[in-house]
């Protein structure tokens, strides 16, 4: 026996379903059936260490080739058969398979052993000849694709010509003279491709099978999904050596696959199909109609009854839907591969839904397997499933969402267009940064090139726009305006085109969208019961809502959106931005302020912004009842409400040539001129604004007060928060926060009240995190804006540095995700736990907060959670999801 601690090969018997780390996701599975006792032929699977051993060193590890002797043998002598034996062959199955499946690897090489001998003893065994040449001519086919290298197109060729000249379109029309023939062809196509003959020596077979799934580790194709699915890169992958069971050895065998559930709706109730007198690959390829589960039932009772027996004990195994292939090989069933199945978000609630209600699994259970990506995903509006569509080409799935709109080629005509008032989508190549103004104006983007981490991709999530991206079948002429299809078709600019971005579909033509029924419910407009989805949802939410330790809070600026997130479950108004309060109409006021020559002037202008600011509070506080609303005071730069420096000077100099002087122009150019600066991210903004110009920030707090103080006299229970922002050192706030009570005071006494209020702060300059301990003896809360912190951090702007090489750096590995889309744990959130600490030391009662969009990201918020924040708050829309994961960070979800 091989000592199991260096063992690169283990028997089928030896593993579990644990073990998908060293024996694969298939391995593991297929020794967990084993080990249930079900019918799994043997075998036994090679390591992923042996596989990165391989790849590191460039060659099988010492003891690897020794190890499958050993075990082959003992595989020998279970069955009485031994590997290629020209009487009576043992033939193997070689299949890959990593811990995640991924789909770019080797696929599988089936009859191993069989060669110009063995494959006569083949059909004497099974008086067969047939099925014999037929399963060699597959081994041909496979090995010399996979394992060889040579393009499959020309082994699909030589057996299409085959079957025209045979006047057939189906495989099972070939007679054995065909197939007699179609080998000896196979067998001169792999000479004069790779130079030199079909191995007929079944080990070398073997060894070369293994070793080209180790080489596809690392294949392009298996780099890219890698890339795209967030999948370490040294993770290698097992090998599993099968003994083969045969579903082509007539019309009492075949092959199929199953779901204990159905994997698109999560409906109770088996889903399958099964193919007649096939192999394995036969079922998916779509060579022949496949048949029912049902149907198998009449063609096999006792074969089927087993199956369903089988798929039962599965499911209630792993407490879970499963994903099955299986053969019968002259009436016997074989189990050859089960996983838990994937599934539509759809069918991940309401199969943990069920599975709950059936006793299965417990809820805490159920909300763990259910995710927030998902739970977004069914928020989007969605195509209409009903209606007639004509697909044009499927992409990859970049950003969610259907859109619809007229096909536009250029970055320009999208924004000429839908300045016109046109819903347009942009199609292109390929993006790059010329084209953001055009990713902007357009309903959706859809490229040829490209996969999910290309600039179209990363560019589109990020504004929450709907894009299709690497859709290949689409020729892009942009010089023509135009493109065509595999198929034929073609799309002129200005023709109608849909397109799905949950699932990468591009439709012509205008499919028709319909509103999400979770997003009704949450709006009230729908009753929970109202249908099995809903139903599903609610009682997921309902208990994350009880599970969770983090409350969730929404960012939201309008009487509107504060309604809207209350609905959508939100405690609280975690941010509440007051610069949209300046602009419109109300920016010739902020100019009088900027130009404004002395104090008075500038009192003017605030007196008349005050009462204007009053009435933005009170419908939010009504709004926002008995809820706590943090209030930011004004945090850009001054210059952003006010003209453009070029277009202004451009206009005064024209003033000046006509022999015009306008002084307010002037004014403001000077005033322009003055606020002027190189970097106003880095510039007069925040608490500096407040510190340089007090008016602003008091006149706000008077307005938060007064506001307030009309909705507490109205028997009304506001609870406002007020937050100064960019706050470096403590010295700021004691200065900000001293005038900020001296209003408080003014206003509780004219109004005769005492107005409940807290004042505190954001945490999102590095200074302010490591001197956190003495900010927090001013501060009653910390709200951490962690874009402006990620910024900081990193010492880039997001505007700058996003479009521009983010997609360079995801390519070479700096980062996989953007850290402006989920927090950089490591170092942005390393001065989160920080501030916490030195926080909660100064002020253990600090309450403690999160207001960047990191707050609606599964993963931040799992991190949030982790490092004892209080809650999180996020828009409006992302609230549920934010919900969601809080409670499953608390159930210990990963
Ligand atoms: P994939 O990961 O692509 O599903 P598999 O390793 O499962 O690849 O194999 C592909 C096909 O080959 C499957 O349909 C499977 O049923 C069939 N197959 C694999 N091993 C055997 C075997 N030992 N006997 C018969 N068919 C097999
Ligand atoms: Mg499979
Ligand atoms: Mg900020």
């Not at 209350?566 to 509440?576: E, M, S």
């Not at 309450?847 to 809650?871: A, K, M, N, R, W």
Request: charged letters at 25%; glycine letters at 8%; proline letters at 4%.
């Amino acid at each position: 026996m091989i000592d199991p601690v260096t063992s690169f090969v283990y028997d089928f018997s030896q593993g579990s379903k644990d073990q998908k780390d060293l024996l694969g996701g298939k391995g593991a599975n297929l020794a967990e059936m084993t080990n249930l006792g079900l019918p799994v032929p043997p075998g036994f699977t090679i390591t992923t260490e042996a596989c990165r051993a391989y790849l590191e060193e460039g060659a099988e590890p010492a003891g690897l080739a020794d190890e499958v002797t050993a075990r082959l043998s003992a595989l020998e002598e279970t069955m009485g058969r031994r590997l290629g034996d020209p009487a009576d062959p043992l033939l193997l199955s070689v299949r890959s398979g990593a811990k995640f499946s991924m789909p770019g690897m080797m696929e599988t090489v089936l009859n191993i052993g069989l060669n110009d001998e063995s494959v006569h003893g083949l059909a004497r065994a099974n008086s067969n000849e047939r099925f014999a040449m037929d399963s060699y001519r597959r081994l041909l086919q496979m090995f010399g694709s996979t394992v060889l290298g040579i393009d499959s197109e020309v082994f699909a060729e030589a057996l299409d010509e085959l079957k025209e000249k045979r006047g057939t379109t189906a495989d099972l029309d070939l007679d054995v003279e065909d197939l007699r023939g179609l080998v000896e062809t196979f067998k001169g196509l792999i000479q004069s491709h790779v130079g030199r003959p079909f191995p007929q020596d079944p080990r070398e077979q073997l060894d070369l099978a293994v070793r080209a799934v180790f080489d596809s580790w690392n294949t392009d194709r298996a780099r890219l999904y890698r890339r795209q699915e967030r999948i370490p890169e040294d993770l290698g992958t097992a090998v599993n050596v099968q003994v083969m069971v045969f579903g082509n050895r007539g019309m009492t065998s075949g092959s199929g696959v199953a779901f204990t559930r159905d994997p698109a709706s999560g409906h109770r109730g088996v889903y399958g199909d099964y193919l007649q007198n096939a192999q394995g690959e036969d079922v998916v390829a779509g060579i022949r109609n496949t048949v029912t589960l049902a149907d198998l039932g009449e063609i096999d009772k006792p074969a089927h009854d087993e199956l369903l027996q089988i798929m039962d004990t599965l499911e209630k195994h792993y407490r879970d839907m499963c994903d099955i292939e299986f053969t019968i090989e002259d009436r016997k069933l074989w189990m050859l591969q089960t996983r838990v199945g994937k599934r539509t978000a759809a069918a991940a609630f309401r199969i943990a839904y069920m599975m709950a209600d059936e006793g299965l699994i417990d809820l805490d259970e159920a909300v763990r397997r259910v995710h927030g990506a998902q739970l977004g995903q069914l928020m989007f509006p969605s195509f209409d499933e009903s209606a007639a569509r004509e697909l044009l080409a499927k992409g990859m799935n970049a950003s969610p969402g259907a859109a619809v709109g007229k096909a536009v080629f250029s970055s320009a005509t999208a924004v000429e267009w839908a300045e016109k008032g046109e819903d347009v989508i942009l199609i292109r190549k390929e993006t790059n940064p010329d084209d953001l103004h055009g990713m902007v104006a357009a309903r959706g983007i859809l490229t040829s090139r490209g996969g999910k981490t290309s600039h179209a991709a990363v560019v589109a999530r990020g504004m929450g726009r709907t894009c299709v991206c690497g859709a290949e079948a689409i020729d892009v002429d942009a010089k023509n305006r135009r493109f065509t299809t595999a198929d034929g078709a073609e799309i002129a600019e200005g023709d109608l085109i849909s397109i799905d971005g949950t699932t990468g579909h591009v439709y012509a033509g205008s499919v028709p969208v319909v509103p999400s029924s979770i997003v009704r419910w949450f709006e009230g407009e729908l009753d929970a019961t109202s249908d099995e989805l809903v139903t599903a949802v609610a009682a997921l939410m309902e208990h994350a809502d009880k599970a969770r330790r983090m409350l969730v809070r929404a960012n939201a600026d309008t009487p509107d959106d504060a309604s809207r997130a209350r609905r959508f479950g939100a405690q609280g108004i975690g941010l509440c931005r007051t610069e949209h309060m300046f602009l419109g109409e109300r920016r010739e006021l902020v100019e009088h302020l900027i130009v404004a020559e002395n104090q008075s002037e500038q009192e003017k202008a605030l007196d008349e912004l005050l009462p204007l600011q009053r009435k933005d509070f009170a419908e939010i506080f009504k709004a926002m009842n008995g809820m706590p609303v943090t209030i930011r005071l004004i945090d850009p730069p001054l210059h952003e409400f006010l003209p453009d420096l070029t277009e202004l000077s451009v206009d005064v100099a024209l003033e000046e040539e006509h022999g015009e002087h306008d002084e307010r122009h002037h004014q403001l150019l000077t005033a322009v001129r003055r606020l002027h600066e190189q970097n106003p991210m880095l510039g007069l903004r925040g608490v500096r604004l407040g510190i340089a110009i007090p008016g602003l920030f008091t006149m706000q707090a008077r307005a938060i007060l007064m506001a307030a103080a009309d909705h507490l006299q109205a028997n009304g229970d506001p609870r406002p928060e007020i937050m100064v922002p960019l706050v470096a050192s403590v010295k700021e706030l004691e200065i900000i926060k001293a005038k900020l009570e001296q209003v408080a005071r003014e206003v509780e006494q004219e109004r005769g009240i005492t107005i409940p209020h807290k004042i505190g702060t954001m945490i999102e300059i590095p200074r302010a995190v490591v001197t956190a301990d003495k900010i927090a003896k001013v501060a009653e809360f910390f709200s951490f804006g962690t874009n402006d912190l990620t910024q900081l951090t990193w010492g880039f702007s997001r505007d700058d540095v996003e479009a521009e090489f983010f997609s360079t750096y995801f390519e070479q590995g700096v980062f996989q995700v953007s850290p402006f889309e989920s927090l950089d744990t490591e170092g942005v959130g390393s001065l989160v736990r920080t501030a916490v600490e030195l926080g909660r030391k100064a002020r253990p009662d600090l309450h403690l907060g999160v207001c960047g969009e990191h707050g609606g990201d599964p993963h931040s918020i799992h991190f949030f959670d982790q490092v004892g924040l209080d809650y999180v708050s996020c828009s409006p829309f992302r609230v549920p999801v934010a919900r969601l994961e809080a409670g499953r960070a608390a159930l210990g979800a990963e």
